[in-house]
């Protein structure tokens, strides 16, 4: 399916598995009927198409921005074809980490996947990617956030460390009153809050302010640092796709920042023991790719797989793209109602995450789109 025209009723369809209902249970079958799934087989009678394999809930990518690319916004064309690249590797959610563009017309597009919105990046003056942000200084943050607290889906996107030209290095961009401020104030208007970082000076204040998420996390080594992130229940999407790229902005800022550029080869050295440790300590690890800047969308197989790769048990990274992702970000999973958006394997993914990066049938909103 390629455009927004669709059947007026989804047919019914027979998923028999295992389904994997989470990550050590299962059923042996489920149904979809009128886009939702039931374990209740319909009516004798009923025509009913059937679909075999290994079924999990659609993939979630928890860090994408759909609507952005390297220069800034981009036309509705872009955007589909963003969000449709997603939905045809299995990435039926996805929670957009920051975006400039309006996508909510897409809310209206049954075959494209459900997109949770963090409204638009919010950084300092001069300190972020040109084009992305709403660019303000620290007074300015607590309405800056209501503001895009109302524009997003119950998420807000600070940027809390980027490069400062004055030490030639990652600094933080707010001072501890403005976060707490800023975040009591999301929190007032029901929405959480997450953030770039990339470093480690930027997380006592993040963290001691109440910050729900904290996206890439290369920084969060210190221990009483993780132990808090851990009694706080404060998310991790560490985008180890997009950190891979890390070698690469240090070779082309070498000349001009050295500091900063040994300190990006660190930090990208030591990801696969910051992430396990992460784990390992009780911290929330989900799955995101920061799709949609620099990096083209449908990557989410790959990052499950470096979530294995940085020593995740093989359940504990399919879970940060799936059960507990949907449930983090208020969305079901394979249960009695819930939308029929799932994604089905001819092998079992438990034992081999490889598998990810070859669905064999697809199920978005009770149609088949693969």
């Not at 109440?210 to 851990?230: F, N, P, Y």
């Amino acid at each position: 399916m390629t455009s927004g025209a669709v059947p007026a009723d989804p047919p019914v369809l027979h998923l028999t598995g295992p389904v994997l209902t989470g990550p050590d249970t299962e059923v042996a079958e489920v149904w979809s009927v009128g886009g939702r799934l039931t374990f209740e087989r319909p009516p004798s009678g009923v025509e009913v198409t059937r679909i075999a394999g290994w079924v999990l809930p659609g993939l979630v990518d928890a860090h994408c921005h759909v609507g952005l690319d390297a220069h800034g916004a981009v036309d509705e064309a872009t955007q589909v074809e963003q969000a449709t690249t997603d939905r045809d590797v299995g990435a039926l959610l996805l929670r957009d980490a920051g975006s400039p563009a309006d996508t909510r017309w897409i809310d209206g597009r049954d075959d494209l996947p459900v997109i949770i919105r963090a409204g638009r990046h919010i950084a300092r003056t001069r300190r972020y990617i040109r084009n992305y942000a709403e660019e303000i200084e620290p007074e300015e943050l607590p309405d800056t956030v209501r503001r895009q607290a109302a524009r997003g889906d119950g998420w807000v996107k600070l940027v809390g460390d980027w490069i400062d030209r004055t030490t030639g290095d990652l600094a933080p961009c707010w001072p501890a009153d403005a976060l707490k401020a800023a975040i009591d104030a999301a929190h007032d208007a029901g929405a959480r809050v997450t953030a770039h970082c990339f470093g480690e000076e930027c997380l006592p204040d993040l963290l001691a302010a109440g910050i729900d998420g904290i996206e890439h996390a290369t920084g969060l080594r210190d221990d009483a640092l993780v132990a808090a992130a851990a009694a706080g229940g404060v998310a991790v999407v560490p985008t180890l796709v997009n950190i891979a790229t890390f070698p690469g902005i240090a070779d082309r800022g070498e000349a001009k920042f050295p500091l900063y550029a040994a300190h990006m080869r660190d930090l990208h050295a030591g990801r696969y023991a910051t992430v396990r440790t992460l784990w390992e300590a009780g911290v929330p690890v989900r799955c995101g790719t920061d799709a949609g800047g620099s990096l083209r969308h449908g990557l989410v197989a790959r990052e499950v797989a470096e979530l294995v790769a940085a020593g995740l048990p093989v359940t504990a990274a399919l879970d940060a793209a799936t059960w507990t992702a949907r449930s983090w970000l208020g969305r079901p999973g394979i249960e009695e109602g819930a939308p029929a958006d799932v994604v089905v394997y001819a092998a079992d993914p438990r034992r081999d995450v490889g598998v990810l990066e070859h669905p064999s049938a697809i199920v978005l909103r009770g149609r088949r789109i693969l």
